[in-house]
């Protein structure tokens, strides 16, 4: 591709914990028009202190809006996708919403995409043997990326992702707040298993991706060099051992309704003992 500089880029989702370290990665390889499409304005304000750059333009919206959507791409030339409603058991409950934003915003995007050089969606490994309606829509999103390459012959890729460690929202955020509010963390289930990537590896290997001039519509790209393994509990016993103390519990809830025990992404990732694991969150750029 022409060298990144001259790339009109945007990034939607650009406030949240992943957006934020894309555009951190993009600025650090020489991007200088970078976009970000966000709605929540107090997250907005924390990106503005987080990446500090006059080279961003951080614009209010939603990417259900698609007249706003046709007035920010016009003239862009690269999407980075990361904006989408992310929790598993609030898609359960409300999937006119998932609806509206993981199908109709990718959608109203990929409906004004027809000038651009490069489509880069982040999608999940909930989208491998979907079981629930986040990795449904997840799945859907991935089938429209590809249509909307047959339609205009470009690049649009889908890139699968395991779970952000430490992103906001995620276990270790929920535990956090926990231990602050009550000196307990909750977890579903133990043995459960979940692979993972933290966000400076994620957005390496998105953008590093996303820019390759020599890249293929029909493959969808995993981070696997980046990504581990972990069990619950053993994940539960290396946070408490930092941030707790000798009076914090740990306390077994349940599966909810749409979990797996086990996610489909990649075999032959070992599994990170609870020192390993606690080296992990102590390095994380919160």
Known sequence: MTHISKQHIVVTG???SLGRHLIRELLRRGAKHIISLSRDEGLIKEAKEWIKSSLVQFVIGDV????????????ADIVFHAAALKDVSN?????????????????NLLDHAENLKRFIHVSSDKAIGVMNCYGASKLLAEYLVSETNDIYQGKFLNIRCPNFLGSRGSVLDIWRRQVIHRNKIEITDPEMTRFFITLPDAAKFIVETGLKPNVSSEITYYPLEYTKKFRLGDLGKAFVKIYGDNKTKIVTTGKRHGEKIHEDYVSNVALLNVRELETIIRSLDY
Do not use: C, H, W
């Open 91 to 107: 898609a359960e409950k409300y999937p006119r919403e998932i609806l509206k934003v993981n199908i109709g915003g990718i959608t």
């Open 14 to 16: 650009g406030s949240g």
């Open 64 to 75: 259900s809006d698609p007249k706003q959507l046709s007035r920010i791409l016009k003239g």
